[in-house]
């Protein structure tokens, strides 16, 4: 595919307003387009001429004032108009001779600067913004795994002082950009609906949140659940301040400082609302743009597992970032058995609805769907449940896939014999936190797991299951990967036959024992201490005990303090005291990330890093 831009002056009069559209086309074009072209002289067209064109590619000119047209421009048209390529005229002047295009693309539908600038303020004629979005359309055409011009943005915003704010940007959004997709719940959630249910679902399948951080934001467990949820599933954050307004109460930061800030009067005025909007847009670009570019490490992954001959990989040249894997023994996986070839279609955004549909129909007409086993959607947007069109086409991670390839290949990472300690349990707080300490957990265990540790946890009714389906799929042996600890007084609910099968269940007479045999009697590496009750007497605490176990047995020990409970708590008391080497030799930087950090992912690696030599 080949993108070929025509400079203006090959057919109209260039003013200031062409070329500064020209150049914002050019210079998006030039930083995420490979095969990109100008064509700037008929010497230039002559040689094109010459060439093979590919249904693919796109061509893109300038519509004359007149209608007039260089006969050799003409051809050029006719040539790729032949072939049925995509042909993208732009109108700048609002002029019938110059909205429609020439024969024999006539009838083809221009791009009308003239049109988008209606909706702007005639004081304020943003060209460079115009420009911005038609060159975020081409870009959508030829990056289609990396970007869709169909985006959901997601307001984040407290009703007590964001209301007005985030009803003047969505609308601001819509007008001027036209197509764009906006979502707030108070405007978008149906009389009768259950509220909670469309926000989550609109979130899940949103490509950016915008968080209006006014001075009530930082204390809504609403926003701090949609923020923590988003970054758990990389969609990307677009953190605007508002009225310098404090977050260092904030339970959850997307980043150190926020991206953009505003005044609540800037949303007022007109003129100035223009401009916001579209820096908003250029900024939720970028964060799509750098959060897509993502899947070119995953791809580097199969690669690399293709050189080292683990598995054949087959670029499919019709379709970007599109592959046939195929395993070189006769293994078994989760999906099936015997499942020996998969299509795989990477994505660097959250697939739409379309894109499933699309890939349905696409994979369904070519032999390729009988020749494999399974199909596959790949991104980075969290762990899909349901079966896609049919049941071998599925929507899954990229984390979850590369793992289950690995097992399948018998790839598992070699015994450590070193343990790690979690200790978590819910606190006796507010909702928002129990499932962050839950997502917590799966993945802190799911890493530890992978990357050859053992395991080590008190029994917990709610984190068992989960934690033995865990081992289930990334370990080769479950009695080494995960030891549980169980007081007597509790066996009488459980199959301990069935336990032993599933982990090394180790025995104790009571919960006092059994801290000390998970903590002080075989060495451990690290405790990593999530959530846990805070009691009125200090004492009782099982995080401070633990972690004075932990301590005398010269155990470092990390405090989780994102998961909310006994362990932000003390990880607070620390952080005012700066008294860090009290629990651990890590320093302040790691452990203030641990504080506040909620790319749990990226904290088990730092940590793990420290134990790994």
């Known amino acids: 595919m080949n993108v070929i831009f025509c400079r203006p002056e090959l057919t109209m009069q260039v003013s200031e307003d062409v070329k500064l559209f020209f150049n914002e086309c050019n210079a998006i074009f030039e930083k995420y387009i490979y095969n990109f072209r100008i064509i700037g002289s008929y010497e230039i067209i002559r040689q094109v001429m010459l060439e093979d064109v590919d249904q693919d590619d796109i061509l893109i000119f300038f519509t004359s004032e007149d209608g007039v047209y260089d006969?050799?421009?003409?051809?050029?048209?006719?040539?790729?108009?032949?072939?049925?390529?995509?042909?993208?005229?732009?109108?700048?002047?609002?002029?019938?001779?110059?909205?429609?295009?020439?024969?024999?693309?006539?009838?083809?539908?221009?791009?009308?600067?003239?049109?988008?600038?209606?909706?702007?303020?005639?004081?304020?004629?943003?060209?460079?913004?115009?420009?911005?979005?038609?060159?975020?359309?081409?870009?959508?055409?030829?990056?289609?795994?990396?970007?869709?011009?169909?985006?959901?943005?997601?307001?984040?915003?407290?009703?007590?002082?964001?209301?007005?704010?985030?009803?003047?940007?969505?609308?601001?959004?819509?007008?001027?950009?036209?197509?764009?997709?906006?979502?707030?719940?108070?405007?978008?959630?149906?009389?009768?609906?259950?509220?909670?249910?469309?926000?989550?679902?609109?979130?899940?399948?949103?490509?950016?949140?915008?968080?209006?951080?006014?001075?009530?934001?930082?204390?809504?467990?609403?926003?701090?659940?949609?923020?923590?949820?988003?970054?758990?599933?990389?969609?990307?954050?677009?953190?605007?301040?508002?009225?310098?307004?404090l977050y260092n109460e904030m339970e959850i930061r997307p980043y150190e400082h926020p991206i953009l800030q505003y005044s609540s009067e800037e949303f007022l005025d007109s003129k100035r609302l223009v401009e916001i909007v579209d820096e908003i847009e250029d900024k939720c670009f970028q964060l799509i743009m750098n959060s897509s570019g993502q899947v070119y490490s995953y791809v580097e992954c199969f690669m690399e597992m293709s050189r080292e001959n683990k598995i054949r990989l087959q670029c499919d040249g019709e379709n970007a970032l599109a592959y046939q894997l195929e395993y070189i023994e006769n293994v078994k996986d989760q999906y099936d058995l015997g499942i020996r070839k998969h299509y795989i279609q990477c994505f660097g955004r959250n697939p739409k609805k379309s894109d499933i549909e699309k890939f349905c129909t696409n994979v369904k007409s070519k032999e390729i769907y009988n020749e494999c086993n399974k199909l596959f959607l790949l991104s980075t947007h969290g762990k899909r449940e349901s079966k896609i069109g049919d049941n071998r086409i599925f929507e899954e991670n990229y984390e979850d896939y590369l793992a289950n390839i690995q097992n399948v290949l018998g790839q598992y990472s070699p015994k450590r014999e070193k343990r790690i300690i979690i200790s978590g349990a819910f606190p006796d707080c507010d909702e928002i936190y129990k499932n962050s300490l839950t997502e917590a957990v799966i993945i802190y265990a799911r890493q530890i797991i992978r990357n050859g540790y053992t395991l080590v946890f008190g029994a917990h009714p709610t984190f068992q299951e989960i934690i033995f389906k865990i081992g289930e799929l990334y370990s080769s042996d479950v009695l080494y990967s995960i030891e549980m600890h169980m007081s007597r007084e509790y066996t009488e609910r459980y199959n301990l036959d069935l336990l032993r099968k599933k982990c090394h269940l180790v025995l104790a007479d009571s919960i006092q024992e059994m801290r000390q045999n998970m903590i002080c009697k075989k060495k451990a590496e690290m405790l990593i201490c999530l959530g846990g009750k805070i009691k009125e007497d200090s004492s009782q605490q099982g995080v401070d005990i633990e972690v004075g176990l932990a301590r005398r047995c010269g155990i470092p020990v990390a405090l989780v303090g994102t998961v909310g409970g006994r362990s932000s708590q003390y990880a607070y008391e620390l952080l005012k005291q700066r008294k860090w080497k009290l629990i651990n030799p890590w320093g302040s930087e790691l452990n203030e990330s641990l504080f506040y950090n909620v790319n749990h992912r990226l904290m088990v690696e730092r940590l793990l890093s420290k134990i790994s030599k």
């Open 71 to 245: 006969k050799r421009m003409l051809r050029l048209l006719e040539k790729y108009n032949n072939v049925q390529c995509r042909i993208w005229p732009i109108a700048m002047e609002n002029m019938p001779h110059c909205r429609r295009p020439p024969e024999p693309v006539a009838q083809r539908q221009s791009f009308d600067v003239a049109c988008r600038k209606e909706n702007r303020n005639p004081f304020n004629n943003n060209i460079k913004a115009i420009a911005q979005i038609f060159a975020r359309k081409i870009v959508a055409q030829t990056l289609s795994p990396l970007y869709s011009d169909d985006v959901l943005y997601f307001i984040s915003h407290s009703r007590k002082d964001g209301e007005k704010i985030a009803s003047k940007l969505a609308d601001g959004l819509r007008l001027l950009t036209r197509e764009r997709n906006v979502y707030r719940d108070v405007v978008n959630v149906q009389v009768g609906d259950d509220a909670q249910k469309d926000i989550d679902e609109h979130l899940r399948v949103s490509d950016v949140l915008i968080f209006l951080q006014t001075e009530h934001a930082q204390y809504s467990k609403y926003i701090m659940k949609e923020l923590c949820y988003a970054l758990l599933n990389d969609i990307p954050i677009l953190w605007i301040q508002i009225d310098n307004a």
